[in-house]
């Protein structure tokens, strides 16, 4: 009987043998610079607090100056039905301020994960593998989640510390970039 080893059996727990390649990681940008960040979360505040308080004030300057001259000759009770009339006007303009800050800024984060002032600097937030990160992440786990921590007294301002100084880490994401599984990089 002959043992030639073409023809014997093939080992059915034997390994594949398959040549297999590494899988390149995804090309991302480069990660957006410590600096332009922090300017960037100066300026979304400055932006939202100007989309907000600028209706704010000026619907209240315009119905508290005529309140004032309307109620120079009435009773205590028309000069608070006025005031009161003057103030929820002007927070109802606020508020709408709010809503059109809101629309802008959610078209803008769902379109390109970025913000106005992301927008204006040329950064914007991904996923760490580079992949595009969704309006839900970035809502729910980057900010919500984010600002419930902050809102704990004492524990939250020691969590924005913590927070605010992760960025210095070889990754730059923020202690708010690891929950989400984010970074910010240059777009």
């Known amino acids: 009987m002959s043992t030639d080893s073409t023809h014997a059996p093939a080992n059915p727990?034997?390994?594949?043998?398959?040549?297999?390649?590494?899988?390149?990681?995804?090309?991302?940008?480069?990660?957006?610079?410590?600096?332009l960040r922090?300017?960037?979360?100066?300026?979304?505040?400055?932006?939202?607090?100007?989309f907000v308080y600028v209706p704010l004030a000026v619907v209240l300057a315009l119905t508290a100056g005529a309140a004032a001259a309307a109620t120079a000759f009435t009773t205590p009770t028309q000069f608070w039905l006025t005031l009161i009339t003057s103030w929820s006007a002007a927070l109802l303009a606020g508020f709408a301020g709010f809503a059109v800050w809101a629309v802008i800024t959610i078209a803008l984060v769902s379109r390109n994960g970025q913000t106005?002032?992301?927008r204006?600097?040329?950064?914007?937030?991904?996923r760490s593998d580079g992949s595009k990160a969704s309006l839900g992440?970035?809502?729910?786990?980057?900010?919500?989640?984010?600002?419930?921590i902050m809102l704990i007294p004492l524990i939250g301002f020691l969590y924005f510390l913590v927070d605010a100084l992760m960025i210095f880490g070889e990754q730059?994401?923020?202690?708010?970039?690891?929950?989400?599984?984010?970074i910010v990089v240059q777009a």
């Open 120 to 126: 204006l600097f040329g950064m914007k937030v991904v």
């Open 13 to 35: 727990f034997a390994p594949p043998k398959a040549a297999v390649a590494d899988v390149p990681q995804s090309a991302r940008p480069p990660l957006a610079s410590r600096g």
């Open 137 to 148: 992440r970035i809502f729910w786990l980057r900010n919500v989640v984010n600002t419930i």
């Open 38 to 50: 922090f300017l960037a979360m100066i300026l979304d505040g400055i932006i939202a607090n100007i």
């Open 116 to 118: 106005i002032a992301k």
């Open 172 to 182: 730059r994401q923020c202690v708010h970039d690891k929950i989400a599984d984010t």
